[in-house]
Protein backbone atom coordinates (compact mmCIF):
# COMPACT_ATOMS: atom_id res chain seq x y z
CA UNK A 1 0.00 0.00 0.00
CA UNK A 2 1.40 3.05 -0.87
CA UNK A 3 -0.05 6.69 -0.41
CA UNK A 4 0.25 10.15 -1.22
CA UNK A 5 1.61 12.49 1.05
CA UNK A 6 -1.34 14.67 1.53
CA UNK A 7 -3.86 16.23 4.26
CA UNK A 8 -6.91 14.18 4.94
CA UNK A 9 -9.37 16.49 4.16
CA UNK A 10 -12.71 16.55 1.87
CA UNK A 11 -11.17 18.97 -0.60
CA UNK A 12 -8.16 16.49 -1.05
CA UNK A 13 -10.53 13.99 -1.68
CA UNK A 14 -12.51 15.58 -4.22
CA UNK A 15 -9.80 16.64 -6.10
CA UNK A 16 -8.14 12.90 -5.94
CA UNK A 17 -11.50 11.19 -7.27
CA UNK A 18 -11.58 13.37 -10.21
CA UNK A 19 -7.84 12.57 -10.92
CA UNK A 20 -8.42 8.79 -10.71
CA UNK A 21 -11.15 9.71 -13.37
CA UNK A 22 -8.62 10.88 -15.69
CA UNK A 23 -5.91 8.10 -14.87
CA UNK A 24 -8.05 5.50 -15.74
CA UNK A 25 -9.48 7.17 -18.87
CA UNK A 26 -5.77 7.81 -20.19
CA UNK A 27 -5.14 4.43 -19.49
CA UNK A 28 -7.96 3.19 -20.80
CA UNK A 29 -6.66 5.54 -24.08
CA UNK A 30 -3.28 4.86 -23.97
CA UNK A 31 -3.99 0.59 -23.90
CA UNK A 32 -5.67 1.14 -26.74
CA UNK A 33 -2.79 3.07 -28.55
CA UNK A 34 -0.22 0.26 -27.70
CA UNK A 35 -2.66 -2.17 -29.07
CA UNK A 36 -2.68 -0.62 -32.41
CA UNK A 37 0.83 0.61 -32.71
CA UNK A 38 1.44 -3.39 -32.07
CA UNK A 39 -0.61 -4.47 -35.05
CA UNK A 40 0.65 -1.96 -37.37
CA UNK A 41 4.31 -2.68 -35.96
CA UNK A 42 4.45 -6.84 -36.50
CA UNK A 43 2.80 -6.74 -39.54
CA UNK A 44 5.87 -3.29 -40.95
CA UNK A 45 8.20 -6.40 -39.37
CA UNK A 46 7.35 -9.28 -40.88
CA UNK A 47 7.42 -7.20 -44.12
CA UNK A 48 10.81 -5.57 -42.97
CA UNK A 49 12.06 -9.30 -42.65
CA UNK A 50 10.79 -10.41 -45.87
CA UNK A 51 12.07 -7.21 -47.51
CA UNK A 52 15.56 -7.51 -45.79
CA UNK A 53 16.42 -11.71 -47.58
CA UNK A 54 15.04 -10.07 -50.70
CA UNK A 55 17.66 -7.23 -51.01
CA UNK A 56 20.03 -8.94 -49.68
CA UNK A 57 19.83 -12.14 -51.88
CA UNK A 58 19.67 -9.43 -55.08
CA UNK A 59 22.99 -7.61 -53.99
CA UNK A 60 24.64 -11.17 -53.29
CA UNK A 61 23.71 -11.60 -56.85
CA UNK A 62 25.11 -8.10 -57.97
CA UNK A 63 27.96 -8.79 -56.19
CA UNK A 64 28.72 -12.13 -58.04
CA UNK A 65 28.81 -10.45 -61.07
CA UNK A 66 30.68 -7.89 -59.86
CA UNK A 67 33.28 -9.93 -58.44
CA UNK A 68 34.21 -11.42 -61.71
CA UNK A 69 34.14 -8.22 -63.71
CA UNK A 70 36.17 -7.02 -60.89
CA UNK A 71 38.78 -9.90 -61.71
CA UNK A 72 38.37 -9.41 -66.02
CA UNK A 73 38.93 -5.19 -65.97
CA UNK A 74 41.65 -3.25 -64.47
CA UNK A 75 40.80 -0.87 -61.70
CA UNK A 76 41.10 2.25 -64.03
CA UNK A 77 38.47 0.51 -66.04
CA UNK A 78 35.88 0.12 -63.93
CA UNK A 79 36.57 3.59 -62.66
CA UNK A 80 36.18 4.98 -65.84
CA UNK A 81 32.98 2.79 -66.76
CA UNK A 82 31.36 4.16 -63.57
CA UNK A 83 31.98 7.28 -62.24
CA UNK A 84 30.47 9.02 -64.81
CA UNK A 85 26.59 7.95 -64.45
CA UNK A 86 24.31 8.88 -66.53
CA UNK A 87 21.54 8.17 -64.22
CA UNK A 88 21.09 10.35 -61.12
CA UNK A 89 18.05 9.64 -58.17
CA UNK A 90 16.67 11.44 -55.74
CA UNK A 91 13.81 11.05 -53.77
CA UNK A 92 10.55 13.02 -52.68
CA UNK A 93 9.54 12.67 -49.28
CA UNK A 94 6.21 13.11 -47.48
CA UNK A 95 5.34 12.32 -43.84
CA UNK A 96 2.65 9.82 -42.55
CA UNK A 97 0.91 10.01 -39.30
CA UNK A 98 0.46 6.55 -37.68
CA UNK A 99 -1.05 6.82 -33.98
CA UNK A 100 1.10 10.39 -33.87
CA UNK A 101 4.34 8.19 -35.25
CA UNK A 102 5.45 10.44 -37.85
CA UNK A 103 7.13 8.15 -40.55
CA UNK A 104 8.48 9.01 -43.62
CA UNK A 105 7.13 7.80 -47.05
CA UNK A 106 10.13 7.73 -50.04
CA UNK A 107 9.09 8.48 -54.09
CA UNK A 108 11.93 7.90 -56.28
CA UNK A 109 12.38 10.78 -59.33
CA UNK A 110 14.84 9.66 -61.66
CA UNK A 111 16.69 12.77 -63.62
CA UNK A 112 16.71 10.86 -67.39
CA UNK A 113 13.06 9.76 -68.38
CA UNK A 114 14.52 6.35 -68.94
CA UNK A 115 14.63 3.96 -66.00
CA UNK A 116 16.57 1.75 -67.82
CA UNK A 117 19.40 4.18 -68.57
CA UNK A 118 21.13 2.48 -66.33
CA UNK A 119 24.18 1.87 -68.65
CA UNK A 120 26.86 4.94 -68.23
CA UNK A 121 29.66 3.24 -70.74
CA UNK A 122 30.59 1.89 -73.73
CA UNK A 123 30.01 -1.95 -74.22
CA UNK A 124 32.73 -1.96 -76.39
CA UNK A 125 35.39 -2.08 -73.60
CA UNK A 126 33.66 -3.15 -70.85
CA UNK A 127 33.08 -6.94 -69.45
CA UNK A 128 29.52 -8.26 -69.79
CA UNK A 129 29.37 -9.45 -66.12
CA UNK A 130 29.63 -5.69 -65.40
CA UNK A 131 26.14 -5.35 -67.40
CA UNK A 132 24.60 -8.21 -65.19
CA UNK A 133 25.64 -6.20 -61.77
CA UNK A 134 24.92 -3.22 -62.82
CA UNK A 135 21.31 -4.80 -64.01
CA UNK A 136 20.79 -6.93 -61.26
CA UNK A 137 21.25 -3.98 -59.16
CA UNK A 138 18.66 -1.71 -60.57
CA UNK A 139 16.31 -4.43 -60.21
CA UNK A 140 16.73 -4.69 -56.83
CA UNK A 141 16.25 -0.80 -56.28
CA UNK A 142 12.53 -0.57 -55.27
CA UNK A 143 12.79 -3.43 -53.03
CA UNK A 144 15.92 -1.48 -51.38
CA UNK A 145 14.11 1.64 -50.99
CA UNK A 146 10.82 0.20 -49.79
CA UNK A 147 13.72 -1.85 -47.07
CA UNK A 148 14.60 1.57 -45.94
CA UNK A 149 11.13 2.76 -45.54
CA UNK A 150 10.24 0.12 -43.42
CA UNK A 151 12.95 -0.21 -41.55
CA UNK A 152 12.77 3.05 -40.57
CA UNK A 153 9.40 3.33 -39.39
CA UNK A 154 9.99 0.05 -37.75
CA UNK A 155 12.65 1.55 -35.63
CA UNK A 156 10.47 4.80 -34.81
CA UNK A 157 7.40 2.71 -33.65
CA UNK A 158 9.84 0.33 -31.81
CA UNK A 159 10.62 3.64 -29.43
CA UNK A 160 6.96 4.79 -29.75
CA UNK A 161 5.40 1.36 -28.47
CA UNK A 162 8.83 1.23 -25.42
CA UNK A 163 7.42 4.87 -24.31
CA UNK A 164 3.79 4.51 -24.37
CA UNK A 165 4.21 0.76 -22.81
CA UNK A 166 6.22 2.26 -19.53
CA UNK A 167 3.19 4.73 -19.39
CA UNK A 168 0.78 2.52 -19.47
CA UNK A 169 2.27 -0.02 -16.87
CA UNK A 170 3.27 3.41 -15.15
CA UNK A 171 -0.43 4.26 -14.67
CA UNK A 172 -1.76 0.64 -14.41
CA UNK A 173 0.53 -0.59 -11.71
CA UNK A 174 2.05 3.04 -9.69
CA UNK A 175 -0.59 5.51 -10.36
CA UNK A 176 -4.18 4.10 -9.89
CA UNK A 177 -3.83 1.97 -7.26
CA UNK A 178 -2.12 4.89 -5.26
CA UNK A 179 -4.87 7.34 -5.89
CA UNK A 180 -7.15 4.22 -5.01
CA UNK A 181 -5.33 3.63 -1.90
CA UNK A 182 -5.08 7.41 -0.93
CA UNK A 183 -8.85 7.62 -1.23
CA UNK A 184 -9.50 4.54 0.60
CA UNK A 185 -7.49 6.39 3.54
CA UNK A 186 -8.72 9.31 3.53
CA UNK A 187 -12.47 8.28 3.73
CA UNK A 188 -11.46 6.20 6.39
CA UNK A 189 -9.58 9.05 8.34
CA UNK A 190 -12.87 10.71 7.36
CA UNK A 191 -15.34 8.38 8.65
CA UNK A 192 -12.84 8.08 11.99
CA UNK A 193 -12.96 11.98 12.63
CA UNK A 194 -17.01 12.02 12.59
CA UNK A 195 -17.88 8.96 14.91
CA UNK A 196 -15.30 10.48 16.66
CA UNK A 197 -17.06 13.88 16.93
CA UNK A 198 -20.28 11.94 17.44
CA UNK A 199 -19.16 10.38 20.56
CA UNK A 200 -17.73 13.53 22.11
CA UNK A 201 -21.09 14.96 21.17
CA UNK A 202 -22.83 12.16 23.04
CA UNK A 203 -20.13 12.01 25.93
CA UNK A 204 -20.79 15.96 26.40
CA UNK A 205 -24.92 15.44 25.99
CA UNK A 206 -24.50 13.14 28.90
CA UNK A 207 -22.45 15.36 30.90
CA UNK A 208 -24.74 18.37 30.61
CA UNK A 209 -27.72 16.24 31.56
CA UNK A 210 -25.65 14.89 34.50
CA UNK A 211 -24.84 18.35 35.50
CA UNK A 212 -28.67 19.30 34.73
CA UNK A 213 -29.91 16.34 37.34
CA UNK A 214 -27.43 16.88 40.09
CA UNK A 215 -28.21 20.78 39.90
CA UNK A 216 -32.11 19.92 40.42
CA UNK A 217 -31.42 17.06 42.98
CA UNK A 218 -29.54 20.07 45.24
CA UNK A 219 -32.33 22.13 44.53
CA UNK A 220 -34.85 19.81 45.95
CA UNK A 221 -32.80 18.74 48.81
CA UNK A 222 -31.94 22.26 49.96
CA UNK A 223 -35.57 23.41 49.86
CA UNK A 224 -36.20 20.47 52.67
CA UNK B 1 14.71 17.18 -53.29
CA UNK B 2 16.47 14.34 -51.06
CA UNK B 3 19.60 12.56 -52.12
CA UNK B 4 20.33 8.67 -51.67
CA UNK B 5 23.87 7.42 -50.81
CA UNK B 6 26.05 4.21 -50.77
CA UNK B 7 29.24 4.06 -47.95
CA UNK B 8 31.34 1.31 -48.53
CA UNK B 9 34.41 -0.27 -49.35
CA UNK B 10 34.46 0.89 -53.35
CA UNK B 11 33.62 -3.27 -54.82
CA UNK B 12 30.81 -2.74 -53.05
CA UNK B 13 29.45 0.28 -53.78
CA UNK B 14 30.51 1.36 -57.00
CA UNK B 15 27.90 -0.92 -58.50
CA UNK B 16 24.81 1.54 -56.72
CA UNK B 17 26.73 4.46 -59.14
CA UNK B 18 25.18 3.71 -62.46
CA UNK B 19 21.66 3.51 -60.79
CA UNK B 20 22.02 7.01 -59.99
CA UNK B 21 22.96 6.73 -55.98
CA UNK B 22 26.07 8.96 -54.64
CA UNK B 23 28.96 6.63 -53.64
CA UNK B 24 31.01 7.26 -51.14
CA UNK B 25 34.07 4.81 -51.10
CA UNK B 26 35.55 4.37 -47.45
CA UNK B 27 37.88 1.64 -46.15
CA UNK B 28 37.41 2.51 -42.28
CA UNK B 29 35.47 3.57 -39.65
CA UNK B 30 36.72 6.23 -38.81
CA UNK B 31 36.17 7.80 -42.80
CA UNK B 32 32.66 6.31 -43.01
CA UNK B 33 31.97 7.84 -39.50
CA UNK B 34 32.86 11.80 -41.21
CA UNK B 35 31.02 10.69 -44.21
CA UNK B 36 28.28 9.37 -42.04
CA UNK B 37 27.86 12.85 -40.72
CA UNK B 38 28.25 15.16 -43.41
CA UNK B 39 25.65 13.18 -45.30
CA UNK B 40 23.31 13.27 -42.26
CA UNK B 41 23.73 17.34 -42.67
CA UNK B 42 23.30 17.20 -45.97
CA UNK B 43 20.06 16.62 -47.68
CA UNK B 44 20.80 12.61 -47.94
CA UNK B 45 17.58 10.83 -47.05
CA UNK B 46 18.79 7.29 -47.26
CA UNK B 47 21.97 6.01 -46.42
CA UNK B 48 22.95 2.60 -47.55
CA UNK B 49 26.05 1.33 -45.64
CA UNK B 50 27.67 -2.00 -45.78
CA UNK B 51 27.85 -3.88 -42.58
CA UNK B 52 31.34 -4.43 -41.94
CA UNK B 53 31.30 -0.65 -41.46
CA UNK B 54 27.87 -0.59 -40.13
CA UNK B 55 29.52 -2.95 -37.14
CA UNK B 56 32.25 -0.56 -36.24
CA UNK B 57 29.64 2.22 -36.13
CA UNK B 58 27.15 1.14 -33.43
CA UNK B 59 26.87 4.81 -31.41
CA UNK B 60 26.66 6.71 -34.43
CA UNK B 61 23.72 4.83 -35.71
CA UNK B 62 21.95 4.64 -32.63
CA UNK B 63 21.57 7.90 -32.47
CA UNK B 64 19.90 8.19 -36.31
CA UNK B 65 17.77 5.79 -35.07
CA UNK B 66 15.81 7.82 -33.29
CA UNK B 67 15.56 10.63 -35.89
CA UNK B 68 13.09 10.74 -38.77
CA UNK B 69 15.71 11.30 -41.26
CA UNK B 70 18.16 10.06 -42.41
CA UNK B 71 17.66 6.15 -42.71
CA UNK B 72 21.19 4.29 -42.21
CA UNK B 73 20.54 0.99 -44.01
CA UNK B 74 22.92 -1.52 -43.81
CA UNK B 75 23.41 -3.64 -46.78
CA UNK B 76 25.86 -6.86 -47.96
CA UNK B 77 28.76 -5.86 -48.97
CA UNK B 78 31.15 -7.39 -51.77
CA UNK B 79 32.49 -10.06 -49.17
CA UNK B 80 29.50 -11.29 -47.83
CA UNK B 81 26.92 -10.08 -45.20
CA UNK B 82 27.71 -10.83 -41.27
CA UNK B 83 23.82 -10.88 -40.49
CA UNK B 84 23.96 -7.80 -38.89
CA UNK B 85 21.03 -6.44 -40.96
CA UNK B 86 19.11 -9.11 -39.75
CA UNK B 87 20.10 -8.70 -36.30
CA UNK B 88 19.14 -5.19 -35.95
CA UNK B 89 15.42 -5.92 -37.13
CA UNK B 90 15.38 -8.48 -34.51
CA UNK B 91 16.71 -5.52 -31.87
CA UNK B 92 14.08 -3.78 -32.84
CA UNK B 93 11.42 -6.81 -32.13
CA UNK B 94 12.88 -6.78 -28.55
CA UNK B 95 12.87 -2.87 -27.93
CA UNK B 96 9.36 -2.93 -28.88
CA UNK B 97 7.75 -6.35 -27.63
CA UNK B 98 10.08 -7.22 -25.00
CA UNK B 99 11.33 -10.08 -26.73
CA UNK B 100 12.04 -11.06 -30.03
CA UNK B 101 8.66 -13.39 -31.35
CA UNK B 102 9.67 -13.47 -34.58
CA UNK B 103 12.28 -15.86 -35.51
CA UNK B 104 13.76 -16.64 -38.60
Not at chain 1, 183 to 209: F, Q, V
Not at chain 2, 26 to 52: C, F, K, M, P, W
Amino acid sequence: MSLLNVNPTRMELTKLKRKLVTARRGHKLLKDKRDELMRIFLELVRENKKLRREVEAGIREANLHMSVARSVMSDKALNVALMLPSQSMSLEISEKNVMSVIIPQFTPKLKTADAHDIYSYGFASTSGDLDFAVLSLSGIIPAMLRLAEVEKSCQLMAAEIEKTRRRVNALEHVMIPQYEDTIKYITMKLDENERSSTTRLMKIKDMMIKEVIEAKRAGEYGGV
Amino acid sequence: MYKIAAIGDKDSVYGFASIGLSVFPEEDAAGASRVLRHLAENGYAVIYITEQLASQLGAELQHYREQTLPAVIPIPGIRGNNGMGMKNVSKTVEQAVGSDILPD
